[in-house]
């Protein structure tokens, strides 16, 4: 629709140079064909109709002729469809509707088409912020109409990126409009309260901007893991210690978050009671994600809900630091966290099971034998060879690690 | 190769050089040590050489190369290649660098011989590491019976690429012609088979066997027992294959309690004592099959399993506990199910016939290494993003299918050359990783690049235009597995030279002290050492404990990298 759209820029700027005298025709609205109060109730071609009031009867007649056709009345076929109204006529009355924003104006191949916008939907194409409702509807569609032609396309475009918003960059780019002018259209709008500037988390140091009264979506905000644009390191560190814990043996949290009650019946992952022990192949309560994050809920450990597919990131946060497993329970004891096991034959993400890893008891370390030897740590570990300046004998390194 | 030449000169420099005499026991009564050490050096340095070269780059006279090279050979550390030049045959000698780094475990040798077969192993296995005269004991010939042991035969002395080289040659002779490519291929095929034949044949080689007196009834009743004795003939050296297949049966056994428990663990080491007889190498892909009835029956009966497990209580009831052998095979059933894939069912008779899965043992306990040095010197978000890069490039075909459908707007080679290079590596962006990771993004990429110069990740550039603007590429990650272990075996060569180096230094700082120490009547009256020389020597002792210790146990992560 990009394409559309500056081809809608383009045609207004255009037009901007006929300078249509709308005004004038509006007064000799005499013929009242098509009164604007009776034509909701007069039965038309689409017995839904509306058409606009402050229409003259011209625009109102090629209101109702371009409202047959669903995808626009081609340029081609203005001339057979409506003789009554000489082509000057008609273009100035294009360029009437199309800024009171009655009229679309697309490209459909080489040829221009013009469709129009229903009535009430011009109200909500408008997408008129709540501020302005209690604004009856026609204010509302003059302070749209009154809004400048740059104001104007500016304003589509942030409207048309929607919930992602839009960079102010793109925006130049799309209108190709003047920086200034740009800036002053956004400083009007803002003022209007229309749009707002947001922070993209992706992209902090740029300024985007979208409608007043939309929310931002998950990409910008960065979804549950964000607080205030900036990610919830600690946070994270809480939940997910949480989850490890509840999969290792079910603990029950009272809702002093710290305070620990007693551990309930059956563990999960180990069997209570030997230290050593663990379960059959063909164990069967382990939990899966839902239960997980069932828990985690109840537990209120987090005060934003956390959404099934945040707590499966979660869990494959664990996966990455060896803490937990995936487990498949297939019948025949294939494993989950086999590489083969393509997504496609998954049955369903809440079917995996999540199995804690045993901990490291004390006594049983897991050190790492090279990084015990102070090579494994050296920050001039490369610069080191056996006769330069940096060298194992005279490394100072080592003579404090001896004489520990 | 140019990274370990430098450790290899050290572990000649200790095992053979001058300072050796006095404190190590592995080194041969030779007088003239630095000698044999230039002898290496060169050989080291420049590779194959005939005997005249190599005196001339050592300023040694022939007979004392000579000399050296004899030594060499005895210890299994060089060997030598008779190639026909024109109208003479020359004589080139190589050494071995390979044999020279599993000198290293001589000490960890000595002792598991010490442990499995009495203190009499021990002995042997010190003089036969001394090239002394050995005696015909029991254990002697129980270590030649299980292959620690093996028979030297003149043509071992010849290294393998030169005797397959040989073999081939014989074979070409015969044929009239010139052979065709596909003659050749089969020529040197046949020659491998047999190659591999004589090294995993059940006989072995010096080995005779006597028939016993038969001793008065019992000749009546039995057929005359045959006796294995060893051959007197025979030169025979310890057989480092044999002792490496242990060193790895008991990682995987410890590597099994660890991860589940230890009652998986005698499972496991009783699969692996069973089929040990016939492993031959340790780069096999399995072991023997097993069935649970044989490992049932192997368990000793005072080991209890049932404690360390919880079954099903539906097929036991309360009174009735589970027989050994259901308790096996639920084991064995948690270990094939457990991710680390120790075993591996490869048959349904029966009760099912179970192997241990070597490769995949394999690859997951290098990656086991490789993870805990990430973590333990970049940190556990590090060593998360590795596994993530690892893992997720191959499953995240979504981010492929992003970056492919932005392409469209470039040229229709550069698709093509980024569809190659998306297919044929895991490659994986920088915003996809932070999103799965869960960390800042200025932190992902501070570590992601740190991991790159270290040399742990690769970067993958994926240019959008035709110029290479850095503005406009793509800049992907990817885990290159084999070179992240080969850094890593590098680096853990240079350690290794590093504490030796410092060790040799250490000795030879106090060397003064330890030559008063050694004499005659300090070893027998200590008194003779005043307090502070007590000290000194008591410090030295456990500095050279601590570079020991952490020498072995880089060791055991270099037998993980490169020998299992």
Redesign the interface.
């Known amino acids: 629709m990009t394409s559309l759209e500056d081809e809608d820029a383009k045609t207004k700027r255009l037009s901007r140079h006929r300078q249509p005298s709308i005004m004038a025709s509006k007064s000799d609205s005499q013929d009242d064909l098509d009164d604007p109060s009776s034509s909701s109730a007069r039965p038309s071609k689409k017995s839904s109709l509306v058409v606009p009031p402050n229409l003259s009867d011209q625009e109102a007649l090629f209101y109702k002729t371009a409202a047959k056709f669903t995808l626009g009345i081609r340029e081609g076929q203005l001339e057979s469809e409506i003789p009554e109204i000489p082509v000057v006529k008609i273009v100035e009355i294009i360029n009437s509707l199309s800024k009171k924003g009655f009229l679309e104006i697309l490209f459909i191949g080489n040829t221009k088409a013009f469709r129009i916008v229903k009535y009430e939907e011009a109200g909500k194409y408008r997408q008129v912020p709540d501020a302005h409702r209690h604004l009856s509807l026609s204010t509302q569609i003059s302070r749209i109409a009154s809004m400048e032609m740059e104001t104007m396309m500016v304003y589509k475009q942030i409207k048309a990126a929607g919930n992602e918003g839009i960079w102010t960059k793109v925006l130049k780019h799309k209108t190709n409009l003047h920086q200034q002018v740009i800036t002053r259209c956004l400083k009007a709008l803002e003022l209007k309260q229309m749009i707002k500037a947001i922070k993209n988390v ?1 992209y902090p140091t740029r300024k985007m901007y979208m409608l007043y009264e939309l929310s931002p979506s998950v990409e910008v905000t960065g979804g549950a ?1 964000y607080t205030d644009q ?2 919830d ?1 600690e946070f ?1 560190e809480n939940v997910a210690k949480a989850c490890y814990k509840f999969i290792y043996s079910r603990v029950r949290i009272s809702l002093k978050i710290g305070a620990f009650d007693h551990r309930a019946v059956s563990s999960i992952s180990f ?1 209570r009671g ?1 230290p ?8 069967s309560g382990l939990p899966t994600a839902t239960q997980i994050r069932r828990f985690i809920l109840d537990s209120k450990i987090s005060s934003i809900d956390l959404s099934l597919d945040d707590i499966i ?2 869990l ?2 664990l996966i ?3 803490k937990i ?1 995936k ?1 498949m329970p297939v019948f025949g ?7 083969d096991w ?2 496609d034959e998954a049955v369903g993400d809440a079917e995996w099971r999540y199995k804690a ?2 901990e490291r008891k004390a006594g ?1 370390e ?8 102070p ?3 050296c920050p001039v ?1 490369k610069f ?1 060879t ?1 006769d330069g300046p940096i ?3 005279s ?1 100072v390194y ?1 003579q404090k ?2 004489e520990f | 190769m140019a990274f370990t030449q430098r450790l290899c000169r050290e572990i000649i420099k200790d095992h053979f050089g001058p300072i050796v005499e006095r404190s190590s026991r592995i080194s041969p009564s030779f007088a003239h040590n630095s000698f044999l050490q230039k002898v290496a050096n060169v050989l080291l340095n420049k590779g194959r050489l005939p005997c005249g070269a190599i005196a001339l780059f050592a300023k040694l006279t022939q007979k004392q190369v000579r000399e050296c090279l004899v030594v060499l050979i005895q210890h299994n550390i060089a060997y030598y290649a008779e190639i026909a030049e024109r109208s003479r045959i020359v004589v080139y000698y190589e050494v071995s660098e390979e044999e020279i780094l599993l000198r290293i475990r001589l000490g960890a040798i000595l002792r598991y011989s010490g442990e499995w077969f009495g203190k009499e192993g021990a002995l042997v296995a010190q003089h036969i590491l001394r090239n002394e005269l050995v005696l015909f004991t029991k254990a002697f010939t129980n270590m030649v019976r299980e292959r620690f042991l093996v028979a030297v035969q003149a043509q071992d002395s010849i290294s393998a690429k030169d005797r397959a080289i040989n073999a081939e040659a014989a074979e070409l002779e015969k044929l009239l012609m010139p052979p065709t490519a596909k003659e050749l291929k089969n020529i040197r095929k046949l020659r491998d088979d047999r190659a591999d034949a004589e090294y995993h044949s059940s006989v072995v080689i010096g080995m005779k066997r006597k028939l016993a007196e038969s001793v008065g009834n019992q000749a009546k009743r039995h057929a005359p027992e045959v006796l294995e004795e060893v051959e007197e003939e025979f030169y025979f050296r310890i057989n480092n294959d044999r002792y490496n297949i242990r060193f790895r049966n008991e990682v995987i056994v410890n590597y099994a309690v660890d991860r589940i428990n230890r009652s998986a663990g005698i499972v496991t080491k009783t699969m692996l004592d069973h089929g040990e007889e016939k492993m031959r190498r340790t780069k096999e892909d399995k072991s023997p099959a097993v069935t649970a009835v044989q490992i049932s029956q192997l368990i000793p009966a005072t080991i209890n399993l049932e404690t360390d497990i919880v079954l099903e209580s539906a097929e036991f009831t309360a009174n009735s506990l589970p027989s050994k052998q259901q308790l096996v095979h639920e084991y064995l059933e948690l270990l094939q199910t457990d991710s680390a894939g120790f075993l591996r069912k490869e048959d349904e008779r029966g009760a099912g016939l179970y192997v241990v899965a070597f490769d995949k043992l394999r690859d997951h306990l290098k990656r086991k290494v490789l993870d805990s040095v990430v973590r333990e010197k970049y940190g556990s978000a590090s060593c998360r993003l590795m596994k993530i890069l690892s893992e997720k490039g191959k499953l995240d075909e979504k981010q492929v299918r992003a970056i492919i459908v932005v392409m469209v707007g470039m040229s229709y080679f550069t698709t093509i050359v980024v569809r190659m290079a998306l297919a044929t590596r895991f490659v994986i962006s920088l915003i996809c990783v932070q999103k799965l990771a869960l960390l800042p993004a200025k932190e992902t990429r501070e570590r992601l690049a740190t991991l790159g110069t270290q040399g742990y990740l690769e970067l993958q550039e994926v240019p959008k235009a035709a110029d290479r603007a850095p503005s406009r590429t793509f800049y992907l990650w990817h885990v290159p597995l084999n070179q992240c272990y080969a850094t890593l075996l590098v680096d853990l060569y240079r350690t290794l030279g590093n504490i030796r180096q410092r060790k040799r230094d250490e000795i030879s700082a106090r060397s003064r002290l330890l030559d008063k120490a050694q004499r005659q009547d300090v070893i027998e009256n200590q008194a003779l050492l005043s307090e502070e020389e007590q000290e000194h020597l008591r410090l030295l002792n456990e500095t050279i404990a601590k570079l020991d210790v952490g020498e072995l146990r880089i060791d055991g992560l270099i037998t993980i990298l490169r020998d299992i």
């Open positions: 992706k893991w900036e990610l390191t994270i069997p030997q050593d022990a663990v379960f059959a192949a063909s164990y990131a979660l494959d946060v990455y630091d060896g497993e487990r004891g294939a494993t989950g966290a086999d590489p393509s997504d890893n045993r049983r897991e050190s790492e034998p090279w990084t015990e030897v090579c494994g740590r570990f080191c056996a060298n194992p004998s490394c080592y690690w001896l």
